[in-house]
T-cell receptor
Framework: GNSVTQMEGPVTLSEEAFLTINCTYTATGYPSLFWYVQYPGEGLQLLLKATKADDKGSNKGFEATYRKETTSFHLEKGSVQVSDSAVYFCALYDAGYSTLTFGKGTMLLVSP | GAVVSQHPSWVICKSGTSVKIECRSLDFQATTMFWYRQFPKQSLMLMATSNEGSKATYEQGVEKDKFLINHASLTLSTLTVTSAHPEDSSFYIC????????????????FGPGTRLTVL
């Protein structure tokens, strides 16, 4: 079956630090990959996506590249802000299934 | 973009009562909606898939008689937690499958803001 593995958090950074949150996946088909963000007390919001190998998703300064050879989709941001503090979920969508498969989420805490 | 709303955003109820949570797609029709449950510091656990006009498909281990799902229209799905108990306290999130439909190779899910249920 499909699965998504994320690095465990929390990840604690100072403002303007570089961020990497690792995500690897296992899938039987050719999935689309996503990063969702969940701010405290809110539902999930799509942050970025990539639908095929070598695609780079980007949004709000965050980037992730779909690496088929390493089955990875690591999230990066060059300079984090306090407002980026949230839980980040890596997910995949496989057309053979009808819904997303989520990782366990990684909490990011950014201090001033 | 597509917007999904949930109501209520939070609810507190007494043990033994039933609680209904609504999930609406505001600007698109959703033939398929999903209900998730999220425990503190955990990922989303898919509870059931709701298809308009048919019975919901429940994931293994989810009690059908306890978590009643109704998807009576293309814009509304409801989750009723029957005879709620403290262990049912959780964050419930719905999502709606985007306008692409199941035939598309890529189907984006749009998530509601969630409902915090606390059972006393």
């Amino acid at each position: 079956g499909n699965s998504v593995t994320q690095m465990e958090g929390p990840v604690t950074l100072s403002e303007e630090a570089f961020l990497t949150i690792n995500c690897t996946y296992t899938a039987t088909g050719y999935p689309s990959l996503f990063w969702y963000v969940q701010y405290p007390g809110e539902g999930l919001q799509l942050l970025l996506k990539a639908t095929k190998a070598d695609d780079k998703g980007s949004n709000k300064g965050f980037e992730a590249t779909y690496r088929k050879e390493t089955t990875s989709f690591h999230l990066e941001k060059g300079s984090v802000q306090v407002s980026d503090s949230a839980v980040y979920f890596c997910a995949l969508y496989d057309a053979g299934y009808s819904t997303l498969t989520f990782g366990k989420g990684t909490m990011l805490l950014v201090s001033p | 973009g597509a917007v999904v709303s949930q109501h209520p955003s939070w609810v507190i109820c007494k043990s033994g009562t039933s609680v209904k949570i609504e999930c609406r797609s505001l600007d698109f029709q959703a033939t398929t909606m999903f209900w998730y449950r999220q425990f503190p510091k955990q990922s989303l656990m898919l509870m059931a898939t709701s298809n308009e006009g048919s019975k919901a498909t429940y994931e293994q281990g989810v009690e059908k008689d306890k978590f009643l799902i109704n998807h009576a229209s293309l814009t509304l799905s409801t989750l009723t937690v029957t005879s709620a108990h403290p262990e049912d306290s959780s964050f419930y999130i719905c999502s709606a499958l985007g306008p692409g439909g199941l035939a598309s190779s890529y189907n984006e899910q749009f998530f509601g803001p969630g409902t915090r249920l606390t059972v006393l």
